[in-house]
């Protein structure tokens, strides 16, 4: 059984950084693209980043783009997200997501984490 598990959320100052991890088991990791994505109440789930199974390419959602970067880790913490110059409007839960494509919409992907709140104070 696939168990994705983020941490690393947390409440922060505009301008703060934080970073996420995703803990993973039951997946092979080199099988599997990682993305992060972010929701707010009322509102779909949003593209943030990917990266590639080999970590070779990133891709990035315009408004993250210079502030965050992902990474990846190893078999037991397949993926990071540094979040740095954090703004208010980046309050949302981030998920993790596992996936055999690399995709910046959520169907593309096969696993999906709870989630952790990141919340960002003007």
């Known amino acids: 059984q696939v168990q994705l598990v983020e941490s690393g959320g947390g409440l922060v100052q505009a301008g703060g950084s934080l970073r996420l991890s995703c803990a993973a088991s039951g997946l092979t990791f080199s099988s599997y693209h990682m993305g992060w994505f972010r929701q707010t109440p009322g509102q779909e789930r949003e593209f943030v980043a990917a990266v590639s199974r080999s970590g070779g390419s990133t891709t990035y959602t315009d408004s993250v783009k210079g502030r965050f970067t992902i990474s990846r880790g190893n078999a037991r913490n397949p993926v990071y997200l540094q979040m740095n110059n954090l703004k208010p409007e980046d309050t949302a839960v981030y998920y993790c997501?596992?996936?055999?494509?690399?995709?910046?919409?959520?169907?593309?992907?096969?696993?999906w984490g709870q989630g952790t709140q990141v919340t960002v104070s003007s």
């Open positions: 997501a596992a996936g055999r494509t690399i995709a910046t919409r959520a169907s593309g992907y096969d696993y």
